[in-house]
């Protein structure tokens, strides 16, 4: 039976932030968060149950794919797993090494 978990990684940029965030980054990601939950479940069918982890620590996420937890990871868009195109592809490179099937909610940059 494999117990591995789907992973949602939540990242919001800085300059998304608005005024009425106040600095907090609490409303963008829950936004994201929910956005996401529907997005898997009209796109892909997966229900948001015990089998799906929220990650807003990308050292936590990566310390469980390096010990074989996650099956998928859903992230909003690619420009959110890294700052740089050379960042992005070492992690592709790695997910694809671990087993690790992305699945992606936006094309390009969000």
Known sequence: MDDRITAVYLMVWKSELT????????????RQREFLTEYMKEHWGIEPDENVRFY???SD???????HRIKRLIVYSLDRLAAT?????AILFELDAEGVELLVAQDGNS
């Not at 996420?61 to 010990?67: A, G, T």
């Open 61 to 67: 996420l990566f310390w469980d794919i390096e010990r």
């Open 56 to 58: 807003t620590s990308r």
């Open 19 to 30: 005024p009425e965030d106040e600095g907090s980054y609490e409303r963008p990601l829950a």
């Open 85 to 89: 195109r050379e960042e992005i592809d």
